[in-house]
């Protein structure tokens, strides 16, 4: 499949959700456009055990988030390769109308391509044309948004005998047609009183959607459900640790996972070890694995006074699919502290050892370390420091635990520590990629650290995050850095050898710092985007930048290769909090410049320079703008005016209007302005501090960021009072 295809013609008319004019001259193909190479009907998603299973063998479709049961994410394709990648283009892009992150990869079955969006909204497209056959929108309320810790995202779906099927945020698990994306059923995956939510993949195995939850930074407790795909009863579920000691246990194996945790405090707050993201299945074995996060509160001394592991935090466990019956474990970061879940992506794979091959399971969670495990057995066969960590030196072979730097345990010591990595770790959710030929996975680093320190008093916070932990040392207290001192914060995407376990090369990210999703094919390519706005191919075996395309966007998700009449795609999903430095709004109904771009070669597709004003069919483009209604008094917008000049106007600009090239979003749009406590979060508590917005809780009075609040909102309602008055004008 090496051999570059002559036939590039293709008909690319561009469908973009009505914008077909904006200074794009779709290239109309003069050969028409040939049926599906599939055998099925368009939309069929006729997934079943043995597709997946032979999914190395329909290298035209992608067929899991993760690609197949593995989920290596490395496409066998290599139509577009390292010999012609410059030539690749853009063939057809589609805006999307939401405006937070964007972290799915596409699913490409039967000709249709089918991606989630922020606020779990699904869009289906026509592989060949780009057209929307069908959108489907959960209508999560909006509120729920307060309880995702990390924006209101979602990672993709999975397909499976005809239907499509979807975590809502507010954890609804839903199945839909594939051709219609008509509700065929719906469940209620969590108790809907606590701040439980879904950001994750459904896995299915035998016909058994599996779906897990997140929200172990507020008070929940983790646990993984199978559901029956056609009927969506559920089969079983397994709780990741122990619960309520007065009731019986759910599992046998909780009964040892009891007595690795101390006092009352983890099954009133919930615990945590919820399963948010990672998982994969091995058919040969037929083991499921699955991520286990970080503990709830973080802060050890509280959640289990007196330590223990805390199992089954942080840890790969591996189920029978048939049954949810626990098989083996293997945690990584015993009785953690410090938010170092073991959620992060899981690969199967098979080895190619000097002794022989071996079947093993990888991840390289946030703790910094890479893991290669026996996927039958859970024996660790070898962990190493893939980012320069500070809070344990090495893993003991001996026993398979990490050794500590006593400094890092700030709950022990007493005194505030800074530690490598941070709470989002050396390596997050971004999809890393393994190629079996060139037996390298593709990681994305994020080098980080971070100060921790144990409150005086913990109070339970029932509508917002328990951590347990301070972020500062404190006035006048210094922290000791655990480890010497702390790495210097950077970002990179590694190549890692995960048998020799060391590196073997590396591309920084000089512009920005953060993490995007990662693919590798067989054309010796590696693709990914990045915070500069970027897609980017790079040699798989050096790491040389060979093509790069601009985006208009921030990328974090992963991209996804397939065929569309024989000939190779390479699709991306864009957007991310936040513009790229310098990068203009270019799209209508998006702030971040949210899009699906796809690529073939020779495409010819551009991206509008500017923000369109009138759509294809000639009608004004109206921007969405939806603020709450202004409540405060005119004192105290005036007041917000004063503060909010004196700043915050020298990154988001005079009077809230970003000047062009502003690095920082337009404030009117957005979606914090409905929710005070995640606006405090972003302004006050600065957990976005890292991408470049401080937190201002030293320095502004709560009254002070409620009057800036305030005159946000009168600044995004005379916007949309200034576009409905526009729009009347004929
Ligand atoms: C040094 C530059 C800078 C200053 C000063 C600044 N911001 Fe920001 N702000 C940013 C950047 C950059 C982002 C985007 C962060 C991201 O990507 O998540 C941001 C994001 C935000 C967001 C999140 C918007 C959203 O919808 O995601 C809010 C709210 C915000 N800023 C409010 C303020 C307020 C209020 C002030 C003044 C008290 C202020 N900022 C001062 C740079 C700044």
Not at 539 to 553: E, H, I, M, N, V
């Amino acid at each position: 499949m090496r051999a570059y295809l002559k036939s590039l013609a293709m008909a690319a008319p561009a469908l973009m959700l009505g914008l077909a004019a904006c200074g794009n001259t779709p290239s109309v193909s003069s050969e028409p456009a040939k049926p599906a190479a599939a055998t099925f009907p368009l939309g069929s998603a006729a997934v079943n055990a043995e597709r997946l299973i032979a999914a190395d063998s329909e290298p035209g479709s992608w067929l899991t988030t993760g690609r197949n049961y593995g989920e290596d994410r490395f496409s066998p394709l290599d139509q577009i390769n390292d010999t012609n990648v410059a030539g690749l283009g853009l063939a057809w892009y589609a805006d999307i109308d939401t405006e937070r992150g964007q972290e799915s990869t596409p699913v490409v079955v039967d000709g249709v391509m089918y991606l989630t969006t922020a606020w779990s909204m699904l869009k289906a497209y026509d592989i060949h044309t780009g057209a929307l056959l069908w959108a489907y929108d959960p209508k999560v309320d909006r509120k729920k948004g307060a309880d995702a810790c990390c924006d209101v995202v979602n990672r993709g779906v999975a397909a499976w005998n005809g239907k499509i099927y979807l975590g809502a945020l507010d954890g609804r698990l839903i199945a839909l047609d594939g051709k219609t994306g008509k509700e065929v059923w719906s469940v209620q995956t969590t108790d809907t009183t606590l701040p439980y939510t879904i950001t994750g993949v459904p896995r299915i195995v035998k016909g058994k959607v599996v779906i897990g939850n997140g929200g172990a930074e507020y008070r929940v407790r983790g646990y993984v459900t199978a559901y029956d795909s056609e009927t969506g009863k559920q089969l079983w579920r397994w709780w990741t640790i122990p619960g309520d000691p007065s009731k019986p246990f759910e599992q046998p194996e909780l009964a040892d996972a009891a007595k690795t945790w101390n006092g009352d405090n983890y099954w009133k707050i919930g615990g945590g070890g919820t399963v948010w993201d990672g998982m994969a299945y091995d058919a040969e074995l037929d083991l499921l694995y699955v991520g286990t996060g970080n503990g709830n509160p973080w802060n050890q001394k509280i959640r289990s006074p007196g330590g223990g592991d805390n199992l089954y935090l942080s840890s790969i466990v591996a189920l029978d699919p048939n049954t949810g019956a626990y098989k083996w474990h293997y945690q990584t970061t015993p009785g953690e502290t410090w938010d170092y879940t073991a959620t992060q992506p899981i690969m199967v794979a098979d080895l190619n050892y000097k002794e022989g091959k071996r079947r093993v399971v990888m991840q390289a969670p946030k703790n910094g370390f890479f893991y290669v495990l026996d996927a039958k057995t859970g024996k660790l066969i070898s962990a190493e420091k893939f980012a320069p960590i500070t809070w344990a030196t090495h893993v003991d072979m001996a026993t398979g635990r990490p050794v500590e730097i006593p400094e890092a345990r700030y709950e022990v010591t007493g005194k505030p520590a800074i530690v490598a990595p941070a709470a989002l770790g050396m390596h997050n959710w971004h999809p890393m990629a393994f190629s079996p030929e060139t037996g390298l996975v593709y990681l994305p680093v994020t080098v980080s650290s971070a100060t921790y320190a144990s409150p005086e008093k913990f109070e339970l916070n029932l509508d917002g995050w328990n951590t347990g932990i301070t972020f500062t040392a404190g006035p006048s207290v210094t922290p000791v850095a655990a480890g010497g001192a702390a790495p210097k914060t950077e970002a990179y995407l590694l190549a890692w050898d995960p048998i020799a376990q060391k590196e073997v090369w590396r591309v920084p990210n000089v512009d920005t710092r953060g993490a995007t999703g990662v693919m590798v094919t067989s054309g010796n390519l590696v693709f990914s985007g990045n915070h500069a706005g970027e897609f980017v191919a790079y040699d798989a075996r050096t790491g040389a930048k060979l093509w790069s395309a601009p985006t208009q966007a921030k990328v974090v998700a992963a991209p996804a290769t397939f065929l569309v009449d024989g000939q190779q795609q390479v699709a991306i999903l864009v957007g991310a909090r936040g513009l790229p430095i310098g990068q203009k709004r270019t799209v209508p109904v998006s702030a971040n410049n949210s899009r699906i771009l796809v690529y073939r070669m020779g495409g010819k597709a551009m991206l509008p320079a500017e923000m369109p004003t009138t759509t294809a069919t000639g009608e004004k483009v109206t921007v969405k703008i939806d603020p709450p209604l202004l409540t405060a008094n005119n004192e105290t917008v005036a007041s917000g005016e004063g503060l909010f000049g004196q700043n915050c106007a020298v990154c988001h600009g005079a009077t809230a209007v970003p000047a062009a090239g502003s690095i920082a979003p337009d404030l009117r749009y957005s979606a914090l302005l409905a929710s005070r406590g995640q606006w405090n979060g972003a302004v006050r508590d600065g957990d976005r501090a890292q991408r470049g917005m401080p937190g201002f809780k030293a320095s502004l009075t709560e009254e002070q960021t409620d009057a800036i609040l305030a005159y946000v909102i009168k600044r995004a309602n005379d916007e949309k009072a200034a576009q409905e008055a526009a729009a009347k004008t004929p």
